[in-house]
Each structure stands twice: as C-alpha cells, then as structure tokens.
C-alpha cells in the first residue's frame, strides 16, 4: 500500500479530472484505485462506487439550489426508475463479476476505456 498522502494526491487529482470534464468517476476512480493505491480489481470496484456515491450526493445537493434558482426541477419519476434499474444492474454485475478472474476484469475495463474514450472524443 502506497503511502496516504500519496493516494490522497492521486484522489485530487482524479477528482479534479472529474470535476472538469465532467464524467469520469468510475472510469478514473478505478484505474488510479488499482494503479496507484494497489487495490485489488474487485475491491477497487467497490470502493470507486461509494466515492462516487458520496461525490454525487454533495454534487445533488448544489444543484438542487442551481434548479430551484432557474425555476426548474427534478424528473422524480425518471429518476426513481432510472436508479431502480441501476441498482439491480449493480447487484447483477456484482454477481457475474465474482465469477471472472481480476487478469480478465483488468483487461476488459482497459478495453472498455479505450473504447469510451474514443467515443466520448468523437
């Protein structure tokens, strides 16, 4: 395990990448997690999920006051729905990645990154 002051520099970092482009959060938590902090895939997995968890709490909180100043809201049902799926995607995903090796998650979220980027770019 690296050193706090050095994870905590790497988090900034990741943070501030996030904070600026705007996505990212699970795509640059969890490399920095494993990469540099040395976590394992599937706990790095689950530790980017409550980091973000906790990101966006804070970051719902603000624009609540953005909405409410623009004269705007929340689609609550949209968001109700959206979030009971994402839920149940995270308990399956969980389940069918207990059952792949770490060398091949690496792997496939490498692939998927490349991917995504190459999309978010175009």
Do not use: E, N
């Given at each position: 395990m690296r050193a706090y002051w050095k994870v905590?520099?790497?988090?900034?970092?990741?943070?501030?990448?996030?904070?600026?482009?705007?996505?990212?959060?699970?795509?640059?938590?969890?490399?920095?997690l494993v990469l540099l902090g040395g976590l394992p895939m599937h706990l790095a997995i689950g530790t980017s999920l409550f980091i973000i968890s906790v990101e966006r709490a804070s970051g719902f909180?603000?624009?609540?006051?953005v909405l409410s100043d623009s004269g705007l809201?929340?689609?609550?049902?949209?968001?109700?729905?959206?979030?009971?799926i994402g839920i149940a995607g995270s308990f399956v995903g969980g389940?069918?990645?207990?059952?792949?090796?770490?060398?091949?998650?690496?792997?496939?979220?490498?692939?998927?990154?490349?991917?995504?980027?190459?999309?978010?770019?175009?």
């Open positions: 905590m520099l790497d988090g900034f970092g990741a943070g501030m990448l996030t904070g600026l482009v705007g996505v990212g959060g699970g795509f640059l938590i969890v490399p920095v909180a603000k624009y609540m006051d809201s929340i689609h609550w049902d949209l968001m109700l729905v959206f979030s009971i389940k069918v990645g207990s059952y792949v090796p770490q060398a091949r998650l690496k792997r496939g979220f490498a692939l998927f990154l490349v991917v995504m980027g190459v999309v978010i770019l175009g």
